[in-house]
């Protein structure tokens, strides 16, 4: 057993930080969470407190990012300079997505996911198209890239969902991928059904889920394929969704209704699916996501990097979708900038201030974005869960005089100070104990852009 003795800890049901908290840990997982208030400290409490290890600053639950895509870390800075929107970036995209092999693949994802450790993130769900050898030949083992994945989070210290992407088609009409788009594709939905049912990784700390890459990229009659095999297995299923406006023009050209409706008509949408950015949905398209009870991921650092524009959080969520958060592209791999964008890009959109809670920002950061992944014993601070805990510094140049309620309204991920997952200690004074994030970040994004 381990004993943590949290300044401050966020826990469950609680609209703010309590301080003065013993948590106590065993076997990965949360054994005892609590309060040292006066009323309740008990007669042994100092020897209780002797061998506990001190966390001074706010303790919250592991972070999870519900949407990654780990090879897009190569393009940060890269990208930015010039004119253009989501589809010249997306050209740029395709170049390093064409130079990736398993071993790079490797090398690049184990950093990007330390990385995400020293952000304060113990769970991420990758978004996974980037399946075969070059021209879209498969390697010898079919799922190469995703086993390389799952190899990266194992050492980069943190619990990954592995969301196969079943990515078939260029166009909602159907032309077929071509140049880098070919290594991508499975042919059909049978066929990617086929390859994934043939990847178990035995890693406690890997799930596999499914995801269909988007409208545009699966055919209408095979939607019902990918959501089915993701149903009778009961894991995750993620989509983007009405990304960009263009995307929602050549739906309606082609089936005559949105995104969104095509995706309920297709049995895609409901309590196991998440939708990925949903940034350009109609009024009738929010209430098909909440009355289905359709998670959405919110990636607002990426959204506003690509001009994609700003969705309606608070129409959503009020209409009964769970938000969550991904960092997507990694233009910034920081899920407390994540999460105050929310509200900050809600104030932009309306013009009005007080849209989300702390404590909304709080679970969308936490419970909801390991629940959207599969892991619904995570992301909070109670009996029986993971023992995952992320400790904040409230003594920074960012955080110093802030209330710890305030937080997501304060902190970077240049603020966490210590990281456990699964009661293992990953990050500990802001240094990834096994992985030299920098000088590993460097090398292997060298190797897939010089």
């Known amino acids: 057993m381990t004993r943590w003795l949290a300044e401050y800890a966020w826990l469950p049901d609680h609209a703010e930080p309590t301080p003065d908290v013993l948590i106590e840990t065993d076997d990965g997982r949360i054994t005892g969470v609590t309060p040292l208030t006066a009323g309740s400290r008990p007669p042994a409490g100092v020897e209780v407190l002797t061998d506990a290890v001190r966390l001074p600053g706010l303790t919250l639950p592991g972070l999870a990012n519900a949407h990654s895509h780990a090879f897009h870390r190569a393009l940060r800075g890269r990208t930015h300079g010039g004119r253009g929107d989501f589809w010249t970036w997306r050209d740029v995209m395709y170049t390093v997505a064409g130079r990736l092999d398993p071993d790079s693949y490797l090398a690049l994802a184990r950093a990007v996911y330390a990385e995400m450790a020293l952000a304060g993130i113990t769970c991420v769900g990758e978004f996974h198209y980037l399946h075969h050898g070059p021209g879209g030949k498969p390697y010898d ?21 592995l969301l196969d992407t079943a990515y078939l088609t260029a166009t909602v009409d159907g032309q077929p991928l071509v ?10 939905a049978l066929r990617w059904a086929q390859r994934v049912d043939a990847f178990t990784p035995d890693n406690a700390h890997a799930r596999v889920g499914a995801a269909i890459h988007s409208v545009r990229a699966v055919p209408a009659d095979q939607l019902a394929t990918v959501a089915g095999w993701a149903d009778r297995r009961g894991v995750p299923l993620h989509v983007h969704l009405s ?9 309606r050209a082609v089936h005559g209704c949105s995104p969104t409706r095509l ?12 939708a990925v950015h949903a940034t350009h949905p109609t009024s009738a398209d929010v209430t098909l996501l909440g009355d289905s009870g359709t998670g959405i991921c919110l990636c607002p650092t990426t959204e506003r990097d690509l001009a994609d ?31 105050r964008a929310v509200e900050l890009d809600e104030r932009l959109r309306t013009r009005k201030r007080g849209h989300f809670t702390a404590d909304e920002l709080f679970t969308a950061a936490t419970a909801a974005g390991h629940a959207a992944l599969g892991w619904g014993d995570a992301g909070r601070l109670s009996v029986g869960d993971r023992a995952d805990l992320v400790t904040v510094r409230l003594d920074g140049a960012r955080t110093a005089g802030v ?9 970077s991920a240049a603020d966490v100070t210590q990281v456990v997952v699964d ?28």
């Open 141 to 161: 083992d079919p799922n190469a890239m995703g086993a390389a994945l799952v190899e990266a989070a194992a050492h980069a210290g943190i619990r990954l969902t």
């Open 403 to 411: 209330p710890p309620v305030g937080a997501f309204f304060a902190a």
């Open 309 to 339: 524009g700003i969705g309606p959080a608070r129409r959503m969520a009020e209409a009964g979708s769970p938000l969550s958060l991904g960092s997507d592209s990694h233009a910034v791999v920081d899920l407390f900038e994540e999460a």
């Open 243 to 251: 990304e960009q406006p263009a995307e929602n023009d050549a739906c």
């Open 423 to 450: 009661g293992r200690v990953v990050v500990r004074d802001g240094r990834h104990l096994t992985v030299d994030v920098p000088t590993e970040l460097r090398a292997a994004i060298a190797e897939v852009t010089s």
């Open 179 to 188: 140049g880098p788009q070919r290594r991508f594709g499975d042919g059909d």
């Open 263 to 274: 995706l309920a008509d297709r049995g895609v949408l409901g309590r196991h699916t998440t």
